[in-house]
């Protein structure tokens, strides 16, 4: 069946670089795709979204990236700091919304 | 905080017990959803309600069932819960429906 997947469970890096998470999706007919972040003890937080007729989007030290020719999108978190450790999850929508299962990102000092 | 508020945070209960989850939402928003959060697995929609009419049921076994009594208010009965019901239920809502979601901190649920 469709499904939405993370390529990499786990993600560690130094604070200061840059993050790149990944995410695949299967549903061609997906039309609308958002990022959360969870952080421990809280819901999901919608951090930036993107539709299908656009292949890049920025927002505040965080880029959305869509390949819809390879069905894949990604965020990347400019200069990572602490406090942007938490797992990230992708979001498809096509008349519901599908969550993949996380990546959790670490920020070592 | 999001706007959306659920309660209680915590909940440890018994296989026979009868509880309720609460959610409120201050963001004005036409839909609210239940969804579910296990450990290594993805997100499971469980609920849809939009306009205060349900939308969408996943499945779901009878020993949960939604009540939304306004568009601000969702609640999740529970009754006679096994211990593979211990999750995190984390409710959300959306101005329209399958728009961006809010979330709410979630109910940590332990079924003994």
Redesign the interface.
């Known amino acids: 069946g469709e499904s939405?997947g993370l390529h990499l469970p786990t993600l560690s890096v130094q604070e200061g670089d840059n993050s790149i998470i990944n995410c695949a999706y299967s549903n061609s007919a997906s039309d609308?795709f958002?990022w959360?972040k969870q952080e421990s003890?809280?819901?999901?937080?919608?951090i930036i979204?993107i539709r299908s007729n656009m292949d890049k989007r920025q927002g505040q030290r965080v880029t959305v990236l869509l390949n819809k020719t390879v069905k894949h999108l990604s965020l990347q978190i400019a200069a990572t700091q602490p406090g942007d450790s938490a797992v990230y999850?992708c979001a498809e929508?096509n008349?519901?919304?599908?969550?993949?299962?996380?990546t959790r990102l670490t920020v070592k000092p | 905080e999001?706007g959306?508020t659920q309660t209680p945070r915590h909940l440890v209960m018994g296989m026979t017990n009868k509880k309720s989850l609460k959610c409120e939402q201050h963001l004005g928003h036409n839909a609210m959803y239940w969804y579910k959060q296990s450990a290594?697995?993805?997100?499971e929609?469980m609920f849809?309600y939009s306009l205060e009419e349900r939308v969408?049921n996943n499945s779901v076994p009878s020993r949960f069932s939604p009540e939304c009594p306004n568009s601000s208010h969702l609640f999740l009965h529970l009754h006679t819960l096994q211990p593979e019901d211990s999750a995190l239920y984390?409710c959300?809502s959306s101005q329209g429906l399958?728009e961006?979601?809010?979330?709410?901190?979630?109910t940590q649920l332990s079924v003994l």
Request: charged share 20%.
């Open positions: 939405v609308y958002i959360y003890g809280k819901g999901p937080q919608f979204d999850f929508n008349n519901d919304m599908r969550f993949g299962a996380g | 999001t959306v290594k697995k993805p997100l929609l849809v969408e984390l959300a399958n961006k979601l809010f979330f709410g901190s979630g």
